[in-house]
């Protein structure tokens, strides 16, 4: 498997498809490229189409900004308060190892993205998070 399909959701709340290349045996480096990092973390969650890899900037706190969209996302998957930072890489997984999303996931959080990307509370979030952001001199 030299190339998995994820989706990619940035601080502004745009989501894409982007195709995650294995290099020299493994995904991290492109990871790295998609998401904008040097180090990452990972957070799994159940969803009704199987579990979701989030993966994020391990150091966007002090680099980015609050990536609403997928804090939001996770919390409802998880009933835990998230707060998540810099763009997001959703994939998925079987054990131990990173796959690519299914198409019913795709399919899934693609709606799940275009209902609550129009919603005014999740606008006035966004809008707070990059005012936030360059206050605290995050690009």
Same mark, same amino acid.
């Given at each position: 498997m030299n190339t998995i399909t994820g989706l990619l959701i940035d601080t502004t709340g745009q989501l894409r498809t982007v195709q995650v290349q294995n290099r020299?045996? @493994?995904?991290?480096? @492109?990871m790295y490229e998609h998401i904008g990092c040097r180090t990452v973390d990972v957070v799994t969650a159940a969803t009704q189409y199987g579990p979701l890899d989030v993966w994020v900037d391990d150091e966007g706190a002090y680099t980015s900004t609050e990536n609403v969209l997928v804090s939001m996302l996770l919390r409802g998957f998880t009933g835990q308060p998230y707060r998540l930072f810099g763009n997001a890489l959703l994939l998925s997984n079987a054990g131990e190892n990173t796959i690519s999303l299914t198409a019913d996931q795709i399919e899934y959080l693609t709606a799940i993205h275009a209902l609550t990307v129009k919603l005014p509370?999740?606008?006035e979030e966004l809008t707070r998070a990059h005012v936030e952001a360059a206050i605290a001199g995050r690009p």
């Open positions: 020299g045996g @493994s995904h991290l480096a @492109s509370t999740v606008i």
